[in-house]
T-cell receptor, first 116, second 118 residues
Framework: DTGVSQDPRHKITKRGQNVTFRCDPI?????LYWYRQTLGQGPEFLTY????????KSRLLSDRFSAERPKGSFSTLEIQRTEQGDSAMYLC??????????????FGSGTRLTVV | AQKITQTQPGMFVQEKEAVTLDCTYD???????LFWYKQPSSGEMIFLIY??????QNATEGRYSLNFQKARKSANLVISASQLGDSAMYFC???????????????FGQGTELSVKP
C-alpha cells in the first residue's frame, strides 16, 4: 500500500465551474477525512466518513460542497459553482476507527485548487 | 469548544541546537489525544509524535519529545539537535473522544514556521 492518494495534485478552474477531487485511502482504513487549508493557516476540518456513512460535516461545508464515499473505499469531494474563496489546499486523511490499537492518521499530499 | 493555540508564527534556531514549539489546548473532554505534524513546503503532513491524555510519561520519538503539562493544558514539542531538514511548518492538533463511533476529527492550530540556520 502506497499511502493516501489524492487526484489531481493541482487544479485551476474558472469561477463558477464545478470541480471534483478524489481520495484513495489506505485500503484497511475505514475512516476518511477531508480538510481544507488556506495559505499560512492550519487545516480546517470539513467532513469525515466511517465506511460509507458520512458521520460529521463542518459548518464550513456549504451547500456547494458535497462529499461521497459510495463503497466505503475512495471518496470524492465536489465543489459546485466555485468561488475565489474556495482557493485552498484540500487534504484527505484516513485512519482506523478510534479505539483500535493502531489508531493514527495518514494524510495525502493534497489537491491545490486555484479559482481564477 | 475545543481549540488549539500556537502563539509563535515563526521561530529560528541554529543548526544542532534544541528548540521548543509551544502549543496550548482547550477541551472539556477528559479523553483526548495530542499530535504534532510537520508540513514541508511540498505540502504533505508528516506525523511526528502523539500524546494521549491518560499517558503518564511524556512521549518521545527520536529527536522529538513532547512536554505534556496536563494541568496547564500545554503540549510543547521539543526538537533536539536541529537539522537543516527540520525547516518546515509545524502543527499541533487535538482529537477528542474515544470509542469506536465517537469523535475522530483533528482540530489544528495555526502552525509555527521553523527555520533552521546553518
Amino acid at each position: 500500500d502506497t499511502g493516501v492518494s489524492q487526484d489531481p495534485r493541482h487544479k485551476i478552474t474558472k469561477r463558477g465551474q464545478n470541480v471534483t477531487f478524489r481520495c484513495d485511502p489506505i485500503s484497511e482504513h475505514n475512516r476518511l477525512y477531508w480538510y481544507r487549508q488556506t495559505l499560512g493557516q492550519g487545516p480546517e476540518f470539513l467532513t469525515y466518513f466511517q465506511n460509507e456513512a458520512q458521520l460529521e460535516k463542518s459548518r464550513l461545508l456549504s451547500d456547494r460542497f458535497s462529499a461521497e464515499r459510495p463503497k466505503g473505499s475512495f471518496s470524492t469531494l465536489e465543489i459546485q459553482r466555485t468561488e475565489q474563496g474556495d482557493s485552498a489546499m484540500y487534504l484527505c486523511a484516513s485512519s482506523l476507527a478510534l479505539g483500535h490499537p493502531n489508531y493514527g492518521y495518514t494524510f495525502g499530499s493534497g489537491t491545490r485548487l486555484t479559482v481564477v | 469548544a475545543q481549540k488549539i493555540t500556537q502563539t509563535q508564527p515563526g521561530m529560528f534556531v541554529q543548526e544542532k541546537e534544541a528548540v521548543t514549539l509551544d502549543c496550548t489546548y482547550d477541551t472539556s473532554d477528559q479523553s483526548y489525544g495530542l499530535f504534532w505534524y510537520k508540513q514541508p513546503s511540498s505540502g504533505e503532513m508528516i506525523f511526528l509524535i502523539y500524546q494521549g491524555s491518560y499517558d503518564e510519561q511524556n512521549a518521545t520519538e527520536g529527536r522529538y519529545s513532547l512536554n505534556f503539562q496536563k494541568a496547564r493544558k500545554s503540549a510543547n514539542l521539543v526538537i533536539s539537535a536541529s537539522q537543516l531538514g527540520d525547516s518546515a511548518m509545524y502543527f499541533c492538533a487535538m482529537r477528542e473522544g474515544r470509542g469506536y463511533n465517537q469523535g475522530g476529527k483533528l482540530i489544528f492550530g495555526q502552525g509555527t514556521e521553523l527555520s533552521v540556520k546553518p
